[in-house]
Every structure is written in structure tokens, then in C-alpha cells.
């Protein structure tokens, strides 16, 4: 019987998303898993690519003629678990993507191997060849004058539509040799382990001091590395340890070495009486975790009401049973807070995993979390993937963060994730929030998932006092400034009682936009349907969607006047001011800008912890999660910015926004204040943030949500078509609808099931491509699902042209 195995390759074309059987050779038999990487002959021309095992089976005989086999394994341990296999299989028809789109997802990045072919002239057989291809001649020339050439640069320079049967003819003439090498992106980090084979060197020569030095040494220690070893006897080179090798007293090998991340944190002792309420919700959680049983539950808690203290015991509880934990965290700020509290309980456990880490360090967490050395993981959205393999709780905080919806391919949501690999290990979910999304609050509403409330703060302090001001009173009193009296007084009350302020503003730079007072011109970016933001810092103008940058002008490029203004306020420009205000204060700001560099976060994070920083300004990484005691203000520059954008969450995103970044001030022994600046005060979301009323708030957007056919009562599909060609554009958007439409009256579906479009998208153009939507609105989630992914599968290449097709299932932007 010979054994074959069914594999994905590792390709980006969607015409080879689809398993492929190899023959499994002789000597890789016992070798190759279900889960490993292998490498495989691909194509016409067998180019060496990486691929993944989904499958193994026994036949007599090959089930295709000329099955090709497989030519190595890369790793002998699985890459993929069982689990994460069947993961990868739900997540292609759950959100439409391929294969290698949901594998990507699983594995580190850097991770994948990349080939590079080496092209080299032979010296001694190209002199007495004679050709009358001038291909093949361009390319003896090239390599002539280079010696050796990777492929991809031979094409640059040859600039010939293909170069591959010249190659080939060159080749098998000998006049070149192509070698092909696989690397990747993250390496590897070893060190040399020296360790002792035989304690028995009475024999060796009484000269040999240094070598009876090594003996003695790890005759102690047994093993250590190379370097430690020569360090602390004071080696100066290897002749001594080279001898001990041949004489088989001791051996030298490579050991892998991990790098080491948020090393630093001390661990520390935990002293934590748990309040009634934080009790209660453990007992609701704790007998699924004895009994195995998953269950989603949704533990509404407002700001500093002691979730993480709930979560840090349900770990604890998890890790005494010998099983493993993820806990995910929205932001990295948020990461950096949580990865201290729980790093600092359980020590060397624990693992991280997030985007701001090295694609090294990424690559040996992953490993160390695969091969069982951590048992606890914290990250962002990815670390939902880690491969655990006996998972005992996920625990999801600030469930309601759109960033924990992916905005590139595949557009899974995170939740929905988390969910299915709750089930498949039949544990407990856990979804923690101030604020819940009005979809997860839905489901807890009608026993889909199990409410727990904590109401209370754990420190018993009152929630802060909320304060609108009516921006429009502001300006009829003569105040033009961007801030209102009252904020003025309170900064200037803290800076003088030496209390902690926060200043919240979800939007970057100095100026929003550019504009002429003369003919109304706003400057824009050439490649986006967007306005362009002046930063003051880096003097010039930047588009913060493909990050087109240019200097301001000094006169309209329309109408030639020079009366340019500069217009908005970002948290640079409320940085300016606030230093010009309170010259004595000291004065940080946390934004995507200054947070550019590695370990710059973590650094403005520890110096506001530590007093460093008396007034901190910020867009949303300020409003979620930050627990500073002296904090007692927090400043709400323009809460209009969220409740203008059109899309059919800007309420819930509004409300959650403010009572997040209120639930910053007033953690420690002195009352918190907040002061809500808008000029839209009798707005139902900021009426009930002001009174930390989550109920009100849910019951208005439900029912507005209700009437207006938006989620929870109906799943919506936002596709976007995008190219060079706008008319082509139109076309394809067009007959894209219309297979659709066709689809779903044979299908005889109800009136329920809406399409609307297709229309420019609300951001038309982006990195020069014109953007088109088509969005669905259908209760039948299921069936419209496979009718899309029949009809994009279905819809040729030369259909197509050159247009982009993008589809996301439930997007948390409508832009």
C-alpha cells in the first residue's frame, strides 16, 4: 500500500485554491503528519514551493497518473493541528477565502518559506558556446558581467516575457547552473551547548590544565553554553574543548534559542479579596470548566468594576486542571496593562502575541506556545490562532472593539473565531465589556449567551461625573477656542493640585484639512477621496490612508488667492495649545505618531504611570482599559467626531467611546470628573453616557436598529469592487449584482433580503483605484453566502478584467 497525502500549496493564485495529492515517498512515510509543512515539485516547470498537509490516506495506486511526490518536510513536528486544520477549513467557507488566506492566519508570519534560485555562469563550458539566441546571449552577457544572478533579478535586467526555456536550454547545455535555496523572512537563533559524555578523565594529561578546568566544570554543571563556559573558566579559544569532542568526554551541539519578550516584569504576589459580585460571576463560569462544557458568557461590568481579577481567577483555576488560556486585549496599550498583571501572577507561563512585536520574536513565541512551554497567551486579534492543544478558557475583553473584525482577507471576526474553537475543545468563552456591542447584548438578552453584571467598582468609588457642554453656548459667550471654560478650569485645577489629566481626541495631526476661504478648494490627496492632514512636526501634509505626503501650498492651486487656512484640530495641534495654556505642566501625547517606534507606547505609558506626565492627550488608545489612580479628569475634546460619521454604529461607537474613556478618571481614592464638549448635547447616546445608562442607551438603539433592518435583525454583505478603470468599474459591479439578484429569485427568497447598489463607495478612491459597493442586507446569511461565493467563483478572469472584488460578511465599517 503506498500512502498519499491531500495538500494546500503555498500560492496566492485563487486558481490553485484547491487540495492536491503527492505521493508520500518511501522514506518520508513515517515522517509526514497531517499538519506538516512540506515541500513539493509544483506546476508545469515543478518549481520547489511549500505546501500543507491536510490529509493522509493508503492506496494501492496512484489516484491521478503522473502523481508527483512529495520531496521533503521541512519540520518533522505538525505545523497544523487537527483543530487548526478544521479551522482553516470553516474559516474558506465561512468568510470566502482561500486556503492559504485562512493557513496564514495560523501560522507566524515570517514563517513561510520564500524560494530563491541562483543563476551562475560555468566559467569553462561558456567560452566555446556559440548561439544565435539573443536571449540566451543577453543573458551570458549579464551573468558575464555579474558572475551570478538571483532569477528575479535576471528578469529585471534581461526584460524578456520569459526567460524560462532559454534558461532550460542553458541548463541542460551546462552552460549555466540554477540552484534553488528556501528561506524566510524570521530566523532562527541557536547557541552552542557544550555537555559532559563521560565523567570519568583521570586519564588526561596532568599538562592539559585547561581541559581538566572544562571537565571539573561540568562535572557540576552538566551542560551549558559554549559562551558561559569559556566566560566563567576564561577560555580564550576552542583547541581545549575540540580536544575533550575527539576524545568523547564531552559534546558540542546547537541548541535553539528563544528571544525573550516583556522580560522585564517582576513577578508579584497576589493579595486580592474578591468582592460579592466578582465571587458570583466565577461560580456561574467555574462548573463549565470542571464539567468541560462550553458556554459563552457576556460579563457586563462597568469601568473598574475588577474584570481582570475575575478573569486572573478563572486562569488560575484552568492552569490547576493542566490545561491552557487566551486572553485577548484590543489594543496593544491594552496589552502592555494586561501582560503585567497577568505576567506579573504567573510568571514565565505566559506568552504574547501581538503586531508590534519582531517577526522573530513572533516566530519563537508561536513556538514556545507549540511546543508547550507557555500555557497563558495575551495578544491582540491573532493570538486567537495560537496552537494550543488543550485549551481550557478564551476570555475576549472589551468584546465591543471593531478591532477585533479584520479589515484584510480573510475579514473573519475574532468572536466568531474564538467560538469555534471554544466548541471544538468544549470550553468556556468568556466576552468581558463597559460597554457591550449591542449585537453580543442582543444574544445575552435572549439566552444565546449567559449575562453577568458587575455593577459596582471594585475600590466602591462612584462612578465619575459626567459634564455636556454645549459648545454652541460656548461660542455665543465670545469662546472660540477648542476648549470651554469649564474644561479650561478643571486642567487648571489639576495641574495646580498635581492630578493626573487625560485629553481625549480621535483624530491625529495638527489640522484636518487645508482649505481656500477664497473659492472653498479643500486639498486632497491625488490618490484618495480624502482630504489631506496637515502635521505640524514633520511640516508638511499627509494622507493617512496611503500615506501620499507633500508641502502644504502657500496660495490656492484653484483660484490662486492666498487666503489658505488651516482648518480642524488633531492631538497635535491640542497638544500645542495645551502647552501654550499650562506652561508649567507637563505634557504627553499617544497617537498613532508618536507610537511609530518599538517599545515608544510602553515608554509614554510608564512615565504617565509614573508622574512623569501631567496632562496626556490621545485618540482612542487614551479611552480604553488604562487604570492610573491620580487620573481624575478626563477631557472629551469633540464628541461629534464619531456621532457625524455615516455609518449605522456611530451611536453605539459614540457611547462607548465616551463612557470608556470616563471610566479612566476617578480609579483611585479621589472623585473622578468629565467634561463631554459637543455640539449636539440632546443626542440620546451622549444623554445616557453622561449618565452611565447603558440600559436606556441599548433600548433606543435596538429599537431604532429594529426599524431600520440593521444587525442584530439581519446580517449584512458589503462587497467593494475597486480599479484603475471606473467605467470598467460600473460594468462589473453591475453584472456582479445582477448574477446575484438572478440567484436569489431562483432561490425564491424572501423580500427580507434587501441589495442596495451598486453605488460609489463612501470613501470613492483610494491609492489611485475607484471604489463601487454593493451591499446586502439578508436574514439567510447561509444561503446568500454560497450564492456570492457562486456566483465570484463562477465569474471568469476575463470577466472580471481588472477589477478587484473584495467581499466582507458583517463589516464593522460600511467605508
Known amino acids: 500500500m503506498k500512502l498519499f497525502a491531500n495538500l494546500i500549496v503555498n500560492n496566492k493564485s ?98 513561510s518559506l520564500k524560494i530563491k534560485k541562483e543563476i551562475q555562469l560555468n566559467e569553462e563550458n561558456y567560452i566555446n558556446y556559440n548561439t544565435n ?35 532550460k536550454r542553458l541548463e541542460n547545455r551546462k552552460i549555466i547552473t540554477i540552484t534553488e535555496k528556501l528561506i524566510r523572512d524570521a530566523k532562527e537563533l541557536s547557541t552552542k551547548i557544550v555537555e559532559i559524555q563521560d565523567i570519568n578523565y583521570e586519564n588526561l594529561n596532568k599538562r592539559a590544565k585547561k581541559q581538566i578546568e572544562i571537565m571539573d566544570y561540568l562535572k557540576v554543571h552538566k551542560r551549558d553554553t559554549l559562551n558561559n563556559l569559556k566566560k566563567s573558566i576564561g577560555l580564550s ?116 502575541l501581538h503586531s508590534r512585536l519582531s517577526l522573530g520574536e513572533r516566530l519563537d513565541e508561536w513556538e514556545k506556545i507549540r511546543k508547550g ?172 490612508y496611503c500615506g501620499f505626503k507633500t508641502s502644504p501650498p502657500q496660495i490656492c492651486p484653484e483660484c490662486r488667492s492666498k487666503y489658505i487656512k488651516y482648518f480642524g484640530a488633531g492631538t497635535e495641534k491640542i497638544e500645542n495649545m495645551t502647552k501654550k495654556l499650562f506652561p508649567k505642566a507637563k505634557i504627553g501625547r499617544l497617537d498613532l505618531d508618536t507610537t511609530s517606534k518599538k517599545g515608544s507606547m510602553d515608554n509614554i505609558l510608564e512615565s504617565f504611570k509614573n508622574g512623569e506626565i501631567d496632562i496626556l492627550i490621545g485618540t482612542q488608545m487614551v479611552a480604553k482599559g488604562l487604570d492610573f489612580p491620580n487620573v481624575t479628569l478626563v477631557g472629551v475634546i469633540a464628541a461629534d467626531i464619531s456621532l457625524n460619521i455615516p455609518d449605522f454604529r456611530s451611536s453605539e461607537r459614540t457611547f462607548q467611546l465616551i463612557t470608556q474613556v470616563a471610566g479612566r478618571a476617578g480609579r483611585g481614592e479621589d472623585e473622578g470628573r468629565v467634561i463631554v464638549q459637543t455640539y449636539s448635547p440632546e443626542h440620546f447616546a451622549l444623554q445616557n453616557a453622561q449618565n452611565h445608562d447603558y440600559t436606556s442607551f441599548y433600548n433606543e438603539e435596538i429599537l431604532m436598529r429594529k426599524v431600520a433592518n440593521y444587525p442584530p435583525y439581519c446580517n449584512i454583505v458589503n462587497i467593494i469592487f475597486s480599479g484603475e478603470d471606473e467605467r470598467e468599474i460600473i460594468k462589473v459591479a453591475q453584472d456582479f449584482a445582477d448574477r446575484i439578484k438572478l440567484n436569489m429569485n431562483n432561490e425564491k427568497m424572501s423580500s427580507d433580503n434587501e441589495i442596495y447598489g451598486p453605488n460609489p463607495a463612501l470613501i470613492s478612491k483610494v491609492k489611485l483605484k475607484h471604489r463601487w459597493q454593493l451591499i446586502i442586507k439578508t436574514v439567510d446569511q447561509n444561503l446568500i453566502r454560497g450564492i456570492i461565493n457562486y456566483v465570484d467563483t463562477n465569474f471568469r478572469r476575463d470577466e472580471r478584467g481588472r477589477v478587484l472584488i473584495s467581499i466582507d460578511i458583517n463589516p464593522y465599517s460600511m467605508l
Open 133 to 167: 539566441s539573443k536571449i540566451e546571449q543577453h543573458i551570458i552577457d549579464y551573468l558575464k558581467e555579474k558572475g551570478k544572478s538571483t532569477y528575479t533579478n535576471l528578469i529585471k535586467n534581461v526584460k524578456y516575457k520569459s526567460i524560462y526555456e532559454p534558461l
Open 373 to 544: 512551554h507557555v500555557k497563558i497567551v495575551i495578544g491582540a486579534r491573532s493570538a486567537i490562532f495560537s496552537p494550543f492543544k488543550n485549551l481550557g478558557i478564551i476570555i475576549i475583553d472589551e468584546e465591543h472593539e471593531y478591532s477585533y473584525k479584520s479589515e484584510n482577507r480573510p475579514r473573519y471576526h475574532t468572536i466568531e473565531v474564538a467560538k469555534f474553537r471554544a466548541i471544538k475543545n468544549q470550553c468556556p468563552l468568556i466576552l468581558g465589556s463597559a460597554t457591550p456591542s449591542i449585537e453580543a447584548y442582543y444574544k445575552a438578552i435572549n439566552k444565546e449567551y449567559e449575562k453577568i453584571e458587575l455593577i459596582s467598582r471594585y475600590n466602591k468609588k462612584p462612578l465619575p461625573k459626567v459634564t455636556v457642554v454645549d459648545m454652541r453656548e460656548e461660542l455665543k459667550m465670545g469662546n472660540k477656542s477648542i476648549f470651554s471654560q469649564a474644561l479650561y478650569e478643571e486642567l487648571e485645577k489639576n495641574v495646580k493640585n498635581k492630578k493626573q489629566s487625560i485629553l481625549f481626541l480621535n483624530r491625529r495631526g495638527h489640522s484636518t484639512f487645508i482649505s481656500c476661504r477664497n473659492c472653498g478648494y479643500v486639498l486632497k490627496c491625488p490618490k484618495c477621496d480624502v482630504s489631506l492632514t496637515y502635521h505640524s512636526k514633520k511640516g508638511g501634509v499627509t494622507c493617512h
Open 237 to 352: 579559544n576552542n583547541g581545549p574543548i575540540n580536544s575533550l569532542v575527539e576524545k568523547n568526554l564531552i559534546r558540542v551541539y546547537e541548541e535553539r534559542k528563544f528571544r525573550t519578550v516583556y522580560d522585564h516584569v517582576d513577578k508579584i504576589k497576589r493579595h486580592v479579596n474578591l468582592t460579592e459580585e466578582q465571587v458570583k460571576a466565577i461560580n456561574k463560569v467555574e462548573p463549565f470548566l470542571d464539567k468541560e462544557k462550553y458556554k459563552t458568557f457576556l460579563i457586563h461590568g462597568v469601568t473598574g468594576s475588577g474584570k481582570t481579577e475575575v478573569y486572573v481567577d478563572l486562569i488560575n483555576k484552568v492552569l490547576k486542571e493542566g490545561k491552557e488560556a487566551i486572553i485577548l486585549v484590543p489594543e496593544i496599550s491594552l496589552a502592555t496593562q494586561m501582560i503585567r498583571r497577568i505576567k506579573g501572577v504567573f510568571g514565565h507561563v505566559v506568552g504574547i
Open 14 to 111: 485563487k486558481n490553485t485554491d484547491m487540495e492536491y495529492t503527492y505521493e508520500i515517498p518511501d522514506h518520508l512515510a513515517d515522517i509526514v503528519q497531517k499538519g506538516s509543512k512540506v515541500i513539493v515539485p509544483f506546476g508545469k516547470i515543478n518549481n520547489i514551493i511549500e505546501a500543507y498537509v491536510l490529509d493522509i490516506y493508503e492506496n494501492k495506486e496512484a489516484p491521478f497518473k503522473n502523481t508527483k511526490k512529495i520531496k521533503d518536510v521541512v519540520e518533522e513536528d505538525s505545523i497544523l493541528t487537527k483543530e487548526l486544520i478544521g479551522l482553516c477549513k470553516w474559516m474558506k467557507e465561512k468568510y470566502l477565502c482561500t486556503y492559504m488566506e485562512a493557513i496564514r492566519c495560523v501560522i507566524p508570519r515570517g514563517s
